[in-house]
């Protein structure tokens, strides 16, 4: 049995515990960033503008999406490792960041609650909503669970899971690691690496670099595009802006020097747009594009030597026959 001391993190010992709705949206998502970013070039908004209510329901819906191969994908790798991976572990206490609605999950809080008799798990997510589905799958698998759904950033998340005792296996899935600039997952990185000690597992799901052609399709399907429109409607409402979605055209493609798909929304004409909650106003010129999103697609081993520098030693990876994805456990160096 793994025994869970959450210290003073929680405030409430129910099966269903979600903390975290203190922070204040301000510390979440910063209206000074959201500025800076837009007044880059080229312009661009941080991808937890997809993540309210609505952008979390359409996440759920493009895993759906028949050209959306990277969820059905890592949940067969998870459907096939998943008790591998716990052999490899042993008892662990499991937290998750960036969990959605937790449905591949599932899989591994399966295989930890038969092997040890699992009786929590964590989950970091920025949108309280979509917690509260992971809440409902992760009890599904045992209503002997505790969840503790933690709402905030990765960062903050990962201050209220330190007193949990080791060995943890931190875990990111859905290639959620892969939406990070070089600085952001530096700072992750750093963050994890103080959350976790020596002998402590990260688990990491990521896409791989693969034709222009499988990845352009991921990425334009109906609910992508909806998604990617629906920041814009997002950032009108967190902020008083006026984006008229129909005065945007959605743009998805591959950079392949840079390894990466970006998604833009593009201007369909000359526009001056403002967020009046943030006092600031900005012109846009028709077909300048707003960057939204990159998704990064890896070389397996160069990601592998990317996170051996922050001491994360790779135990074994898993991928599927088309080696479209990979999923990769790593331990923290003593
Ligand atoms: C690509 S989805 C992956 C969801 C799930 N892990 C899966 O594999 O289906 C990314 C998730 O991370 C959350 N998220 C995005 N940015 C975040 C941040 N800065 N801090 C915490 N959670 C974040 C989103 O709300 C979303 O649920």
Redesign the pocket.
């Known amino acids: 049995m793994v025994r869970h001391d959450l210290g003073t993190a929680t405030a409430a010992t129910d099966k269903y515990d979600i903390i975290g709705a203190d922070v204040p949206d301000e510390m979440?998502f910063k209206g000074d960033l959201l500025v800076a970013s837009l007044s880059e070039s080229p312009r661009n908004v941080?991808?937890?503008y997809?993540?309210d209510d609505t952008?979390?329901k359409l996440?759920e819906r493009l895993?759906d999406e028949q050209t959306y191969y990277l969820?059905r994908t890592?949940k067969d790798i998870l459907d096939q490792y998943a008790k591998t991976i716990s052999g490899i572990t042993g008892p662990a206490s499991l937290i998750?960041?960036?969990?959605?609605?937790?449905?591949?999950?599932t899989l591994l809080v399966g295989a930890y609650v038969r092997a040890y008799g699992l009786t929590s798990y964590a989950a970091?997510?920025?949108?309280r909503s979509?917690l509260e589905r992971a809440a409902e799958n992760i009890l599904s698998v045992s209503s002997d669970l505790n969840f503790l759904g933690i709402v905030?950033?990765?960062?903050t998340?990962l201050a209220e899971i330190k007193n949990l005792v080791s060995p943890k296996l931190l875990f990111?899935?859905?290639?959620?690691i892969g939406?990070m600039h070089d600085g952001e997952l530096d700072n992750l990185l750093l963050t994890v690496r103080s959350a976790l000690s020596p002998g402590d597992y990260f688990l990491v799901?990521i896409d791989l670099d693969k034709e222009t052609e499988i990845l352009e399709a991921a990425y334009n399907n109906q609910t992508a595009i909806l998604a990617n429109l629906c920041v814009l409607q997002h950032l009108n409402w967190r902020f008083s802006g006026d984006f008229d979605i129909f005065q945007f055209r959605h743009v998805s493609r591959h950079n392949k020097s840079m390894r990466r798909m970006e998604t833009y929304v593009e201007s369909a004409q000359d526009q001056v747009i403002s967020l009046r909650r943030l006092n600031f106003s900005f012109h846009l010129e028709k077909g300048e594009m707003i960057r939204t999103e990159i998704m990064r697609k890896v070389e397996l081993n160069s990601f592998i030597m990317v996170l051996s520098r922050y001491g994360f030693r790779q135990v074994q990876y898993w991928t599927d026959c088309n080696q479209r994805y990979a999923v990769t456990l790593f331990q923290l160096s003593g």
């Not at 998750?96 to 999950?105: F, H």
């Not at 990111?172 to 959620?176: F, I, R, V």
């Open positions: 979440l941080n991808s937890i997809y993540y952008g979390s996440f895993c969820f890592e998750e960041l960036g969990s959605g609605n937790a449905e591949k999950t970091v997510d920025i949108n979509i905030g950033t990765y960062q998340g990111c899935l859905g290639s959620t939406n799901g």
